[in-house]
C-alpha cells in the first residue's frame, strides 16, 4: 500500500512539475500576444510639451526623435506633409558618424523652422542650404539637420552633449530663439529637473527594457509610471495657473549660457559657428543672441531683418492705395517733442465696434498691457481720414527712442486672452510684435508708421499662412541663400585638421 501512495504522491508531483513551465509559457504567450492589443486600445500617455509633439518624440529619451519614424501628419491632399527620420532621429537620410575630411561638413541645429514643419525635407533650408554650397562653392558640402520641433536652447545644449558633438561638424549653424521666449507655466530647466528626479530620462535598458516593449504587463506598468509623472506634472503646473505665473521657456540669460557652452565646445574642436535669431513673432530673444554674436565674434543671420525688408514692399504698396501720407521719418532742429503716429487696419467686422488698440513698452502705450489705449478713426489723435478703417494714434515723446508695440481687438483689460488655465500662453505667444527704432540723431523727429495690419504679420507671403511662424519654400529658400553666403565667408578649419584633433569630452557650463 506504502509503495503505491508514493508512487500517486510522484506522479502528482511530475505532473505539477510539468505544469508549471507550460503554464508559466502559456501566460507569457498570452501577455505578448496581448500586448499589441493593448497598445491600440491605451494610447502611449507622453509628457512631453508641447503635446501635438508628441508622437513624434521618444517616449523614453529627453528631446530625441523618434529613430526610424514614418509619421503621416497630412491634413489636406493639396499640403501632404509626412516625417521620416533616420536611425539618429533626424529628419534627413543615413548618414555616418565619422566624416570624409575632403567634405566640409555643417550641422543644423534648430527648432521647428529648421525641422521644416509643413515642409517636404527637400523644401527645408538645411537641405537647400546643402544645394546651394555645392552649386556655388568650389568645395564640396554636406549639411546634416539635427533640429526638432518645439526645441530651445536648453534643447540643444543636451542634444549637443548627447550626440552632435560626435559628428565633428565643421560649422555649426544654431538656429533658435522662437520657443525660447515662449510663456508657459514650467520654464525647460524645470520640466527637465521633474523628469531627472522622477528617472524618467532614459529608458529602461535589459529586461524592463524588454517587458516595457514586448510584454502586455510591462507596458502597463510603464503606462503607470507615465501616469503618476504627467499628475506630478500637472500638479506644478495648476499651482502655477493658481498664482497666474507664467515662465519664459528659456530666459535670456540662460539663452547666452546654453549657447556659450555648445560655442565654447565647438571653437575647442575647431569649428566655426553661426547664429540665427528665427523668432518670427518678437524681439524678446534677439538681445540675448546679439551678445552671444558680440561675445564670440559669431555672425548672426536675424530673420526679421530680411523678411520684414521684402513685407515692407507690400506696407509702401498700401499707402498708394489708400492715399495717405507716406511712411518714414520728418526732421526738426529744434527743441519741441517728437511725434510719432500709429497706423494699423483691420477687415474685423468686430473692430468697428469696440475699436482698435495699441500696446507697447512705452508708458504712453499702455506699458505692454493689452486692451488699454485705445486707436481712433474719427478723424482725431492723428488720424487722417475719418471712417477710413484705418486705425490711429499720435503720441509725443520726449526723446526720440526704439518702441516695441503690437494691434489688439476685443479683449478684456490687462488681460491678453481668457484661456488662463492653458499650459503655455498661446494667446501671447504668437501676437507678432513691431519694433520702430530711430536712427540717431540729435534732432527731433516725426515719424509716420507704415499702415499694419491688425493681427497680420506684413511678410506673411513668405510664410504658410498670414499667421504662421513657419516659412513656406519661398521663405526658406531665401534663409538658404542668406546663410550660405555667411558660410563662404567663414575662415575654417580644413576638415582633415579637425578630424585630427583630440576630441575632449562635453562638459556644458550648466546642466539646468
Not at 87 to 100: L, N, P, Q, T, Y
Not at 129 to 155: I, R
Not at 477 to 486: D, F, P
Request: aromatic share 10%; with cysteine; net charge negative.
Amino acid at each position: 500500500m506504502r509503495n503505491n501512495k508514493d508512487k500517486t504522491t510522484m506522479r502528482y508531483l511530475r505532473s505539477f512539475c510539468y505544469t508549471i513551465p507550460i503554464g508559466l509559457l502559456v501566460l507569457l504567450a498570452l501577455d505578448l500576444a496581448l500586448r499589441p492589443a493593448l497598445v491600440d486600445e491605451i494610447s502611449e500617455n507622453n509628457f512631453y510639451r508641447p503635446s501635438r509633439y508628441a508622437p513624434i518624440f521618444s517616449p523614453d529619451h529627453y528631446g530625441a526623435l523618434r529613430p526610424n519614424l514614418r509619421l503621416d501628419l497630412t491634413e489636406s491632399p493639396s499640403q501632404p506633409f509626412l516625417i521620416e527620420t533616420n536611425s539618429f532621429g533626424m529628419r534627413m537620410g543615413e548618414i555616418a558618424v565619422e566624416k570624409d575630411p575632403q567634405i566640409t561638413r555643417v550641422a543644423v541645429m534648430g527648432d521647428s523652422i529648421a525641422f521644416g514643419w509643413r515642409m517636404a525635407p527637400e523644401a527645408a533650408f538645411p537641405s537647400q542650404l546643402e544645394s546651394l554650397l555645392n552649386h556655388e562653392d568650389g568645395k564640396k558640402y554636406e549639411v546634416l539637420n539635427f533640429a526638432a520641433p518645439g526645441f530651445t536652447t536648453f534643447h540643444a545644449v543636451k542634444q549637443y552633449e548627447r550626440l552632435v558633438h560626435n559628428f565633428q561638424p565643421d560649422i555649426l549653424v544654431l538656429a533658435f530663439g522662437l520657443y525660447d521666449s515662449y510663456e508657459c507655466r514650467l520654464s525647460e530647466p524645470e520640466f527637465y529637473t521633474i523628469l531627472e528626479e522622477q528617472g524618467a530620462l532614459s529608458g529602461a535598458k535589459g529586461v524592463l527594457g524588454f517587458m516595457n516593449s514586448y510584454s502586455a504587463v510591462g507596458y502597463w506598468m510603464a503606462q503607470r509610471k507615465r501616469e503618476q509623472l504627467n499628475s506630478l506634472i500637472q500638479s506644478r503646473t495648476g499651482e502655477r495657473i493658481a498664482q497666474n505665473d507664467w515662465r519664459k521657456k528659456v530666459s535670456p540669460d540662460s539663452m547666452k549660457i546654453f549657447l556659450g557652452a555648445i560655442i565654447e565646445h565647438q571653437r575647442a574642436q575647431g569649428g566655426a559657428i553661426v547664429l540665427v535669431n528665427d523668432n518670427l513673432f518678437n524681439f524678446d530673444a534677439s538681445s540675448a543672441l546679439e551678445d552671444v554674436s558680440e561675445k564670440y565674434g559669431a555672425p548672426l543671420l536675424d530673420l526679421r531683418s530680411i523678411f520684414d525688408g521684402i513685407g515692407g514692399y507690400e506696407e509702401r504698396r498700401k499707402h498708394f492705395e489708400l492715399d495717405l501720407a507716406d511712411s518714414g521719418i520728418d526732421y526738426f532742429n529744434r527743441d519741441d517733442s517728437s511725434d510719432y503716429l500709429f497706423r494699423a487696419q483691420t477687415s474685423d467686422e468686430r473692430a468697428l465696434s469696440r475699436g482698435v488698440f495699441i500696446a507697447g513698452d512705452h508708458p504712453d502705450l499702455g506699458g505692454e498691457a493689452p486692451y488699454k489705449v485705445r486707436m481712433y478713426d474719427d478723424g482725431t489723435h492723428g488720424d487722417e481720414k475719418a471712417g477710413d478703417r484705418i486705425w490711429s494714434l499720435q503720441i509725443s515723446i520726449k526723446e526720440p527712442e526704439p518702441v516695441h508695440f503690437t494691434f489688439t481687438v476685443n479683449g478684456v483689460e490687462e488681460q491678453r486672452g481668457d484661456r488662463q488655465a492653458e499650459y503655455e500662453n498661446d494667446s501671447k505667444n504668437h501676437v507678432f510684435v513691431h519694433l520702430f527704432s530711430p536712427p540717431p540723431s540729435e534732432s527731433t523727429i516725426h515719424w509716420r508708421s507704415p499702415v499694419y495690419s491688425v493681427n497680420r504679420i506684413p511678410f506673411e507671403h513668405l510664410l504658410l499662412d498670414s499667421n504662421s511662424q513657419y516659412p513656406n519654400e519661398l521663405g526658406h529658400r531665401l534663409i538658404a541663400h542668406r546663410l550660405s553666403k555667411m558660410i563662404q565667408d567663414l575662415s575654417v578649419e580644413s576638415s582633415e585638421t579637425i578630424t585630427q584633433k583630440s576630441i575632449s569630452p562635453y562638459k556644458p557650463g550648466v546642466q539646468r
